[in-house]
Each structure stands twice: as C-alpha cells, then as structure tokens.
T-cell receptor, first 118, second 113 residues
Framework: DAGVIQSPRHEVTEMGQEVTLRCKPISGHNSLFWYRQTMMRGLELLIYFNNNVPIDDSGMPEDRFSAKMPNASFSTLKIQPSEPRDSAVYFCASSLQQGGARSNQPQHFGDGTRLSIL | SQKIEQNSEALNIQEGKTATLTCNYT??????LQWYRQDPGRGPVFLLLIRENEKEKRKERLKVTFDTTLKQSLFHITASQPADSATYLC????????????FGSGTRLSIRP
C-alpha cells in the first residue's frame, strides 16, 4: 500500500523565494495534517483539513504561510516569501477520522521535506 | 500553561533489559494518548493508542499505561533490542471538539548490544 507521499524530499532556496511543498495522502483518508519539526520546538501542528476543508490553522506562523487542499488526493503548503527561520523538516500526515470530532485514529506520516532557506 | 513533557535526555539501555519512557502532561484532559516511533530522516510511525478508560495496552513487546490521576503515560519495551533504538513521541488530543493531536518533544532511546 502506498503511504503518504511528500515532495520534494529536500529543498534549498534563497531567502525571499517562494517555496511549495506537496503532499499526497493515503487514498481513502479524510483528514490531512501539516507539521513542522525543529530541534528547538519539536513537532508542531500547522494546519489540518477534514474532507478538504481547513479546520484549524492556528498553528500557521504568519501570513507568509498558506495551505490548500483542492481535492482529496493532494495538498500544498506554500511559504512566500521564505525566511531563514523557516528552515525545518515539514511533515504531512493523513488519517481516517470516523464518528465524532474527537476521533482517535492514528496518523500516517510521510517522510517529510527538509527545507533549508539560505 | 499546557505542557507535554518527555525525558529530555537520551535513554541508554543494555540489550535485553526493559526500557521505560515517560510522558507527563499538564492542564490537558485527553481522551486518549498515542505513541509513535521516529527514526532519523523518517516520519513518525504509529505504535499504540490507549484510551482514558484503559489502564494498560499491550502489543507484542510493547506496553503502555495511562494514569489520568497522575496525568502520566508510561511506555515500556521489554527484551529490548538494538533495532528498538529510535526517538519515541507521545501525543494527546488537546481539544474535545477537534481531531488534532499535540506531540511531546520525544525521548531518544539507544539500546547497546
């Protein structure tokens, strides 16, 4: 079974450039999560979607970050303009949420995009 | 303030011994806790989930406990092996109205032969 697929695996770009990270969730999953991981702050939730609709974007650091999910099989996280402090590993995860809002299904993670902003 | 705390220092265990990792939380009332394993350069992988009304959950050599009074979960690996070396993350649901989870900072476990 194909897992969560993220691209690119590595991205190095200069400050001020636009960065787009991509994610293909597991087929049939209805929730998608974007995380950022750094040594200092650990694994932080940026935004999550249920049925392609953004539910909680309170973790998005600022207006330079935006995320979209145009359909059930694709999501993007965009940073424009990028800054050196955005350097981190960005993970996408998906899950199948059932029943009530406080569901308890495991999340399946991709292997991340390691982003370096020079 | 709300916190999820795991052993910040790495845990070094002799092969064959039981490794015990701790997850403490403050000012949360989670309905469940999850444990994940993360290897270098990889995303976290789900291991176990335990609900608030469950005291203990087992899966092969893994055991998780959940004490809502102490606000603590313990994660045990029995008969540890070098292949168990990884970072282990606990996560909980912070909000009864949402399907998101919040992760602790993780504990790095090293099993020496």
């Amino acid at each position: 079974d194909a897992g969560v697929i993220q691209s690119p695996r590595h991205e190095v770009t200069e400050m001020g450039q636009e960065v787009t990270l991509r994610c293909k969730p597991i087929s049939g999953h209805n929730s998608l999560f974007w995380y950022r991981q750094t040594m200092m702050r650990g694994l932080e939730l940026l935004i999550y979607f249920n049925n392609n609709v953004p539910i909680d974007d309170s973790g998005m650091p600022e207006d330079r970050f935006s995320a979209k999910m145009p359909n059930a099989s694709f999501s993007t996280l965009k940073i424009q303009p990028s800054e050196p402090r955005d350097s981190a590993v960005y993970f996408c995860a998906s899950s199948l949420q059932q029943g009530g809002a406080r569901s308890n299904q495991p999340q399946h993670f991709g292997d991340g995009t390691r982003l370096s902003i020079l | 303030s709300q916190k999820i705390e795991q052993n910040s220092e790495a845990l070094n265990i002799q092969e064959g011994k039981t490794a015990t990792l701790t997850c403490n939380y403050t000012n949360y009332s989670p309905a469940y806790l999850q444990w994940y394993r993360q290897d270098p350069g990889r995303g976290p992988v789900f291991l176990l989930l335990i609900r608030e009304n469950e005291k203990e959950k087992r899966k092969e050599r893994l055991k998780v406990t959940f004490d809502t009074t102490l606000k603590q979960s313990l994660f045990h690996i029995t008969a540890s092996q070098p292949a168990d070396s990884a970072t282990y993350l606990c996560a909980l649901d912070p909000d009864s109205s949402a399907s998101k989870i919040i992760f602790g900072s993780g504990t790095r476990l090293s099993i020496r032969p």
